[in-house]
C-alpha cells in the first residue's frame, strides 16, 4: 500500500522567508500528487497537482512544486510568504484506484 | 457553483448511540468520497462511490460504519454504536469523473464528531 511522509510537523517563519515543504511517497507505479491547503476555520482547497508533463508545477498563490520520480518526491514551495499563508498543508498520492493518501500535514506560521 | 457541503457541522453523541452524517456533493459530481481525520493527522480514506455503485469500502474501519448513496447524488455515513475512538472530523469530497488522472477531488467543511 502506498504511504505519504511529510517531513515537517511545523514550520514557524516570517514574512518574506521562502518556504519549502517536503513531501515523499512510497510507490512504484505511475502516480497524481497534489497539494492541498487548509486556512484557519477552512476546508481542504486544492493548491496545485501533478498528473503528466513539466514535473515544476505552479499552483495558486504563488506555490509550485517539483516531482522528482527518482526520489519519490513532490517538494512544495514558496520564494517569499505572507501572514496570509498560514495554514495546515497536505501532501497526498492517488495511485491505484482513486483514494487519495495523505501525509499527516505540516502546520505553517507565517509571523508578520 | 455551490460547494461540497455537510450537515450537521458538529455532532456529540454518547457512547453507543447511533450517528448519520450527510454529504450533499456538487451537482453533476459522478464520484464521493469519505475520509476520517484524526486530530493532528491527515485525512485517511473510507469509502467511495461511483454514481449510486460502491467501488471500494476498504477503508471503512469496523462493521459498525455503513455508507449509502441510493440516488447517486447525496451520501450519508452511519456509524453504529458509536466508541471514543471514532470521535473524528468526516471529510467527504467529490470530483466529477470517475478515473480520470489528475482528477481533483473538491473537500466539503467535514462533520466534526465528538463521541462521549
Known amino acids: 500500500a502506498q504511504s505519504v511522509s511529510q517531513h515537517n510537523h511545523h514550520v514557524i517563519l516570517s514574512e518574506a522567508a521562502s518556504l519549502e515543504l517536503g513531501c515523499n511517497y512510497s510507490?512504484?507505479?505511475?502516480?497524481?500528487l497534489f497539494w492541498y491547503v487548509q486556512y484557519p476555520g477552512q476546508h481542504l482547497q486544492l493548491l496545485l497537482k501533478y498528473f503528466s508533463g513539466d514535473p515544476l508545477v505552479k499552483g495558486i498563490k504563488g506555490f509550485e512544486a517539483e516531482f522528482i520520480k527518482s526520489k519519490f518526491s513532490f517538494n512544495l514551495r514558496k520564494p517569499s510568504v505572507q501572514w496570509s499563508d498560514t495554514a495546515e498543508y497536505f501532501c497526498a498520492v492517488k495511485a491505484a484506484g482513486n483514494k487519495l493518501t495523505f501525509g499527516g500535514g505540516t502546520r505553517v506560521l507565517v509571523k508578520p | 457553483g455551490a460547494g461540497v457541503s455537510q450537515s450537521p457541522r458538529y455532532k456529540v453523541a454518547k457512547r453507543g448511540q447511533d450517528v448519520a452524517l450527510r454529504c450533499d456533493p456538487i451537482s453533476g459530481h459522478v464520484s464521493l468520497f469519505w475520509y476520517q481525520q484524526a486530530l493532528g493527522q491527515g485525512p485517511e480514506f473510507l469509502t467511495y462511490f461511483q454514481n449510486e455503485a460502491q467501488l471500494d469500502k476498504s477503508g471503512l474501519p469496523s462493521d459498525r460504519f455503513f455508507a449509502e448513496r441510493p440516488e447517486g447524488s447525496v451520501s450519508t455515513l452511519k456509524i453504529q454504536r458509536t466508541q471514543q475512538e471514532d470521535s473524528a472530523v468526516y471529510l467527504c469530497a467529490s470530483s466529477l469523473g470517475g478515473t480520470g488522472a489528475g482528477e481533483t477531488q473538491y473537500f466539503g467543511p467535514g462533520t466534526r464528531l465528538l463521541v462521549l
Open positions: 510507490y512504484g507505479g505511475t502516480v497524481n
